[in-house]
């Protein structure tokens, strides 16, 4: 059974800085790519960025060029570096994986990844 366990989160000010870790184990002889999602309250979950097993990224407009992500496959663990963080980036953060390759075009949608954290909070103060 894959599990998905994320930290890292917390407060910051507008213009700082945080690093998502989400360590994962379980994982059998499927490939996965993975992501990073978040939810803020009354909103839907939305994709932040994506990375395939060939180490290519996908961001949302929004994170780009703010954000990065990568994997320490030795480490089991997935990365979300987010820097100059805005007040609307304030959110449920959630480490994904999907059974696959690369997820392609659908590289934000929710039913295309099978396993979820549990999240972590990320609240930026303006």
């Known amino acids: 059974q894959v599990q998905l366990v994320e930290s890292g989160g917390g407060s910051v000010q507008a213009g700082g800085s945080l690093k998502l870790s989400c360590a994962f184990s379980?994982?059998?002889?499927?490939?996965?790519?993975m992501g990073w999602f978040r939810q803020a309250p009354g909103k839907e979950r939305e994709g932040v960025a994506s990375?395939?097993?060939?180490?290519?990224?996908t961001y949302a407009p929004s994170v780009k060029g703010r954000f990065t992500i990568s994997q320490d496959n030795a480490k089991n663990t997935l990365y979300l570096q987010m820097d100059s963080l805005k007040p609307e980036d304030s959110a449920l953060y959630y480490c994904?994986?999907?059974?696959?390759?690369?997820?392609?075009?659908?590289?934000?949608?929710?039913?295309?990844?099978?396993?979820w954290g549990q999240g972590t909070q990320v609240t930026v103060s303006a």
């Open positions: 994904a994986a999907g059974e696959g390759r690369t997820p392609g075009s659908n590289w934000n949608g929710r039913t295309f990844y099978q396993y």
């Open positions: 379980g994982y059998s002889d499927y490939q996965y790519y």
């Open positions: 990375i395939d097993i060939y180490r290519s990224a």
